[in-house]
């Protein structure tokens, strides 16, 4: 089945380690997209990717990296940087435009600093 | 930079009644495309409903529609004979026709009550 699959779906990080959160898609989309989602403040964009060995910040980039290397792949660390890090992440893919340019989502991880 | 405002945080609704929820965007683009995506308890993100900016009609999905007004930058969304499983936070969200950058509002929480 054609989706986009987010490992794990829950983690748990001490402070001041980095952690990486995994994003697969199989559904050949060019856009990649990392948001976070805090109560009260929707999904903000992190990082978000057109295509292979290039990526933008978002509006909250600061504390976060993000590589891709492959074009299935769009891996986010929360880096030790980040104060605040608890949170729901989510990971989004679509095509580039004009048309079906809606995007897909990932179920999401839960990352609670211990 | 563009901005998705939603200016209700709550709202609630009985059921088999309507209820309209808003969102304003502001760009400069005059290529762009909306969408209005539903997160249930679950938190899986769904695409309810999208709007490409130039065309004229509005989009409509079974019991959803959209009212889009291009000058004044608003894309409502309305959910006609609302049942139980409609409970859920409801995203506006804007993605620029040339940046692919997608950008959400802060949400919506509706309730649909028995």
């Known amino acids: 089945d054609g989706g986009i699959t987010q490992s794990p779906k829950y983690l748990f990080r001490k402070e001041g380690q980095n952690v990486t959160l995994s994003c697969e898609q199989n559904?050949?989309?060019?856009?990649m997209y990392w948001y976070r989602q805090d109560p009260g403040q929707g999904l903000r964009l992190i990082y978000y990717?057109?295509?292979?060995?290039?990526?933008q910040k978002g509006d909250i980039a600061e504390g976060y990296s993000v590589s891709r290397e492959k074009k299935e792949s769009f891996p986010l660390t929360v880096t030790s940087a980040q104060k605040n890090p608890t949170a729901f992440y989510l990971c989004a893919s679509s095509q580039l435009g004009p048309v079906n340019t809606e995007a897909f989502f990932g179920q999401g991880t839960r990352l609670t600093v211990v | 930079a563009q901005t998705v405002t939603q200016s209700q945080p709550e709202m609630s609704v009985q059921e088999a009644e309507t209820v309209t929820l808003s969102c304003t965007y502001d760009t400069s683009e005059n290529n762009y495309y909306l969408f209005w995506y539903k997160q249930p308890p679950s938190r899986q993100m769904i695409l309810v409903i999208r709007?490409?900016?130039?065309?004229?009609q509005n989009a409509t999905e079974n019991r959803f529609s959209v009212n889009f007004q291009k000058a004044a930058k608003s894309f409502s969304l309305k959910i006609s004979d609302s049942q139980l499983g409609d409970t859920a936070m409801y995203f506006c969200a804007f993605k620029g026709g040339g940046s692919e950058k997608l950008v959400f509002g802060k949400g919506t929480k509706l309730t649909v009550n028995p």
């Open positions: 990717s057109q295509i292979v060995n290039d990526f």
């Open positions: 709007q490409e900016a130039y065309k004229q």
């Open positions: 559904l050949n989309h060019d856009a």
